[in-house]
């Protein structure tokens, strides 16, 4: 069996999850990068015996949808695919039913899914440090318990939670600009996801491409990238009254 670890990741949390569970299913794992706009997604084709878990962010209870154009690229040969969808602690609402379907038409079979938590891609002080200690211990576990079933032959599809038609989806609007510590070094034009920032002048955006991943910021060696303060402090006000109180991470099997 190879282990496919199929990952849209822009800031980093959703890969942190996902490594969590492929390191304890196997020593041996074969990476697809679905923030790549470079790769030809088309040419990873899976077989019947092979294991992909396929992990995106939660974007307002939705996938992101360029995640979902690269997966929908990938042939999944009806190899047996573990779901994972992390969020920062707010909901993930429609995000696994999404994922499930997107997952079938690419040819996957789900055999079981998480829902994990990490640290919030916009306001960072939401869900910080997360996965911490107690999500490795729970994520290990669940790990332990979907290899039990991959070692078993199982194929069978648990109920995962979300509504059809999915929530309406649409762009949160928030594009990072560069400050006046901008270097125009380039970095976040050559590692965007969507190609949104031109790379001869990455204080030009093209918000009709921008997902507001938060890439841009979260790399940005000189810290000089910035959303709008007055849209980020509603956000945060916002985020304050539902993220409250501890989320723990699912699994569905």
Known sequence: MKLYEICFSPT????????????????????????????????????????????VPSYGGRVPQTAIQRLSDIHGGNARAILVCVYGNRD????????EDTAAAAGFQTIAAVAAIAEH??????????????????????????????????????????NRPYKKGGGSGMVPMPGDDCVRCG???????????????????????????????AL???????LEPGMLAAVREMLQKVCIQRRDCELFI
């Open 187 to 217: 970095l976040c034009a050559r590692q965007c996801p969507t190609g949104a920032i031109d790379l001869a002048d990455p204080g030009k955006v093209d918000a009709g491409r921008c997902i507001s991943c938060m890439r841009c910021i």
């Open 220 to 226: 940005c060696p000189h810290a000089a990238r910035h």
């Open 12 to 55: 980093g949390g959703t890969k942190k999850v996902s490594r969590l569970l492929s390191e304890t299913l196997s020593d041996n794992v074969i990476s697809v990068d679905l923030t790549d706009p470079a790769l030809k997604f088309s040419d990873v084709r899976l077989e019947r015996d092979d294991t992909a878990i396929i992990a």
């Open 121 to 162: 891609s916009i306001a960072r002080q939401f869900a910080a440090g997360r996965p911490d200690a107690a999500d490795t211990k729970q994520l290990k576990s669940f790990a332990g318990r979907i290899r039990s079933k991959l070692e078993q032959g199982g194929r069978t599809t648990p109920a995962i939670p979300g």
């Open 92 to 99: 993930y609402e429609d995000t696994l039913a999404e994922l």
